[in-house]
């Protein structure tokens, strides 16, 4: 999969997933897409939250690491 096609799945999916993040007051936005990392900015609640590390890895890293063959990490900016 080439990685223009990588980064429109990813949007696709975190598109999908900001309703379950804005419930809790916080946001997600995509920014990047670069050697198999997505990076995404969080917002809102998310900054300075204790569980955000959690909220990234155990579920927006897990699902696009499912999701979408390529990617290999996210990493927060």
Partial sequence: MNPEE???QARVIIKKLRPYINRDGGDIKFVK???GI???QMLGACVGCAI???TLTDGVEAILLEEVPGIIGVEQI
């Fill in 6 to 8: 990588i980064e429109k």
């Fill in 38 to 40: 997505v990076f995404v």
């Fill in 52 to 54: 955000v590390d959690t």
């Fill in 33 to 35: 897409y670069e050697d």
